[in-house]
């Protein structure tokens, strides 16, 4: 579990996190949406460290991130999966090196241990036959297969997705919203995902947190979001013709007030 208390960040004069609390649970996928500038990325930059905040906490299994000593933040940091926005592989790298970086800078494992991990968890994101090649040769959806595979090798007890579906298309992105789900579930994860899209939240948006201008406005499950009376929160989930679309039916069946 992850818990953050109270957290507040501002950047001269401009507060961005304005006094956060919440609680990230084991086996769940939390999703932290908001529209630009809402202050999600800046959370993750604090909750992962990046990114110092002026007050409050952030508790890893009850362990205060920010009062511990620099060895202590470094355990802590080799639990901890992410997974970027742009998938962040290198080129000059095969995907099976990519992948294995991790476990060369933080692991003394032998070669023979790394490399079994490494097609482990290839074969397990649906990339067995892809070790040898670079990422100009791989598919976008791919790309992001690769980042996860890299984010979990070393067995993560928090995984953190950035925009996990920037860039693909809507079958693709399912397919990467699935594979997230069903690893938080089998490794039991605390995964926090960073996320815009209202599509990723009601699919597998078992706890929702709904930033506004810093704060959080609103946190339920995807089965009551829609059902929320917050008006930006309201804004924010009918924005597409679909929701749109959606919202008048509940409407229409008293499911919602009008």
């Not at 074969?123 to 990422?135: I, Q």
């Not at 595979?149 to 925009?163: K, N, T």
């Not at 919203?177 to 009601?202: A, C, F, G, P, Q």
Request: charged share 25%; hydrophobic share 40%; with cysteine.
């Amino acid at each position: 579990m992850i818990q953050i208390r109270d957290l507040r960040k501002s950047f001269g004069s401009q507060e961005v996190l304005k006094g956060i609390s919440a609680e990230f649970e084991s086996g769940k996928t939390s999703l932290i949406m908001g529209a630009s500038g809402s202050g999600k990325t800046v959370l993750i930059k604090c909750m992962v460290g990046l990114v110092q905040p002026n007050s409050g906490q952030v508790l890893y299994d009850n362990r205060d991130f920010f009062s511990l000593t620099h060895s202590e933040r470094k355990a802590v940091r080799t639990e901890i999966g992410f997974l970027f926005q742009g998938a962040a592989l290198f080129n000059s790298m095969t995907v099976e090196h990519n992948v294995l970086l991790p476990l060369d800078m933080f692991t003394n494992w032998t070669k023979a241990e790394k490399m079994a991990r490494v097609h482990e968890v290839l074969e397990r994101v649906g990339l067995e036959n892809a070790n040898h090649k670079f990422p100009s040769e791989i598919s976008g959806g791919m790309a992001k297969r690769v980042g996860i595979a890299r984010a979990i090798v070393q067995h993560p007890r928090y995984l953190f997705c950035d925009e996990p579906n920037s860039g693909l298309d809507p079958g693709t992105a399912g397919r990467i919203d699935e594979l997230i789900l069903e690893l938080t579930r089998e490794y039991n994860i605390t995964t926090v995902i960073n996320t815009h899209d209202m599509n990723s939240v009601m699919e597998i948006g078992e706890a929702v947190f709904f930033l506004y201008e810093g704060e959080k406005r609103w946190q339920g499950s995807k089965d009551e979001i829609m059902g929320s009376d917050d008006e930006a929160l309201d804004k924010f989930i009918f924005a597409s013709e679909f929701l749109q679309d959606a919202k008048q039916a509940l409407i229409k069946q008293g499911g919602r007030r009008a």
